[in-house]
Structure formats: structure tokens, C-alpha cells
């Protein structure tokens, strides 16, 4: 199955829900204050958000304004560059040696995403260490080193209960002293309104960055796709924390709220850089913009 095959069938209940309702705003109206108001709540049960809804059809306005609009249909083109625009982002590539520390709250799928991420990077002839930061939920560094196993790379872990920050820091040791290309840090699930979780993350956060230096070091939150706008507000609580660089959007294949990728994005201006779409190896999909609307409307 080709690419954009995939991220197709990955998006086809959130097509479902959002294309028809677009469809039917811009179906044979003039751009008067109805088919601005229709639009608006197509793009609202869309799950695309109060922010970029506004945003998007503020833009639309002036768009229509500047380029002598009349009718709908013209204006559906316009509105599909708008919606690319929002979901676009300028990513500096990776240099290596390359760290990614992963995050996000309970659930979401953080684990599997760092064993797609390692399967990725091997594909790509990059050697990879994995540290097993989550030293609290019951058999986490058994699920890493089972991911490790299908991809033939190493893990770092401690014993359960052990300190996070020492199993990192042994981890960036190892990665330098084998000259590792990547180092992929898992982390516990931790809900965000969790005060002392967030701070041991943020602990974390420093190790890396002061025993790392020589690294091009990314911070990513796992979200999970169908939880819809509350993944907004994770993103918001773990960037105070860790200043984070980029999304993974888990289980985007199960849920019909894909639009929350706009709203992500035009709201808190961090890029979607990874969604699942399948529970194999190769189901983790760098995201691309243009594909992605392309398959969520016609």
C-alpha cells in the first residue's frame, strides 16, 4: 500500500465526519453571512476548534474580499490553501547524534510510537539506543525491549522503581560511547495536572540537556487522536514543561476527530510530525500536509 494509501484509509472515518460537512457549506451559495455561519459549524462538529474556526474564516473572508469571490465553489479552493496553511510547518531536518525524548499523558500509545520510531530510523541505516525511562507502570521496560528486539536495537533500563533521570543519563553515556546516530527516551505516562509527575519530567529534561549538548535534541507529545480538543490542552501543560518541538498522533485510524490536527496546530503553532494509522510496525507515517487534506476532503 502506497503512502498516500495509507494515510487515506488512516483518515476515512475522519473524512466521514468532516467532508460531507463541508461539502454542504460550500454547495451552490454566495458568500453572504449564511454560508459563513454554516461553515462555521461544519468546522466546529469537524472538531477543527473555536481558534482555528475563527482564524480560517476570518482568512476566507479576506481572501473572497481580495480576489472578487461571488459563489462558494470558487471560494472551496481558496479555503483548502487556507487549511494546508494552517497544518504547514517549516521542520529543520535531524543531524545526528539525534535525541528525541517522548511524553504524554497515560494511554495514548508513547511506547509503540518510540518502537515505530526506532523501526523507522533502523530502515533508514541509523544505529539506535533506546532508554527506558518509565520505570513505574509494571512491565514498561519488558514492552520497550520487546519493540527492541523487533528492530535489533539496544535498551537501557534500571529496575522497576527506579529514578528516570539516571536511567537517561546512563543511556546518553552509552549513545556516546558507541557514537549511537539516535537515542529515542521513553517516559511514564503522566496525566498533566499532576504537578510532581510534570517536574520529574522536567528533571528529565535537564539531564538531556546538559550531559547532551553535542545532540540535535527534539521533545515530542503523544497524542491520542480521538481524545479530540482535550488533546489541546495536553500539549498546552507539557509545552510549559519541556518546551515541546513536535506531535505524534496515535490511533488516528480509530477515531473520526482528525480535524483536531488543525486545531493543534493553528492554536499552538507546534507541527504534527508523525501519525499512526495501524498497530504495525510501519503504521507510524511522517505527516504531510497537502496529503493529509487532500484525504479528508474532496
Known amino acids: 500500500m502506497g503512502f498516500f494509501s495509507k494515510i487515506a484509509q488512516g483518515l476515512k472515518k475522519t473524512k466521514e465526519n ?31 476548534g473555536a481558534y482555528a474556526t475563527d482564524e480560517l474564516i476570518e482568512e476566507l473572508k479576506t481572501e473572497a474580499f481580495k480576489r472578487k469571490l461571488r459563489t462558494s465553489e470558487e ?35 508513547k511506547t509503540t510510537a518510540i518502537g515505530k520510531l526506532a523501526y523507522m530510523f533502523t530502515k533508514q541505516g541509523k544505529s539506535v539506543v533506546l532508554a527506558a525511562g518509565d520505570t513505574f507502570r509494571a512491565a514498561a521496560g519488558e514492552q520497550l525491549e520487546e519493540w527492541g528486539e523487533r528492530s535489533k536495537v539496544r535498551v537501557i533500563k534500571h529496575e522497576e522503581g527506579a529514578d528516570p533521570a539516571a536511567v537517561v543519563f546512563d543511556a546518553i553515556n552509552s549513545a556516546k560511547a558507541k557514537k549511537t ?27 538531556v540537556e546538559k550531559n547532551y549538548q553535542e545532540a540535535d535534541y527534539r521533545t515530542y507529545i503523544v497524542l491520542d487522536a480521538s481524545t479530540g480538543q482535550n488533546a489541546v490542552n495536553q500539549v498546552e501543560v507539557f509545552d510549559e514543561m519541556i518546551d515541546i518541538d513536535g506531535i505524534i498522533l496515535t490511533k488516528l485510524d480509530g477515531t473520526s476527530k482528525g480535524g483536531v490536527v488543525v486545531a493543534i496546530c493553528a492554536e499552538k503553532e507546534i507541527p504534527v510530525l508523525y501519525v499512526g494509522v495501524g498497530e504495525g510496525k510501519e503504521d507510524l507515517l ?13
Open 286 to 298: 511522517p505527516f504531510d500536509p497537502d496529503d493529509f487534506v487532500n484525504a479528508i476532503i474532496e
Open 181 to 207: 546516530d539516535v537515542l529515542l527516551i521513553d517516559t511514564a505516562g503522566r496525566l498533566h495536572v499532576k504537578k510532581n509527575l510534570m517536574e520529574e519530567l522536567a528533571k528529565i529534561n535537564r539531564v
Open 18 to 48: 468532516i467532508s460531507r460537512k463541508i461539502y454542504e457549506a460550500f454547495k451552490g451559495k454566495d458568500l453572504d453571512d449564511e454560508f459563513y455561519e454554516e461553515l462555521e459549524v461544519a468546522l466546529l462538529s469537524a472538531d477543527i
Open 75 to 109: 471560494a472551496k479552493n481558496v479555503f483548502v490553501e487556507l487549511l494546508k496553511d494552517k497544518v504547514t510547518f517549516e521542520v529543520e531536518p535531524y543531524t545526528y547524534p539525534l535525541c528525541i525524548l517522548i511524553a504524554g499523558v497515560n494511554g495514548v500509545g
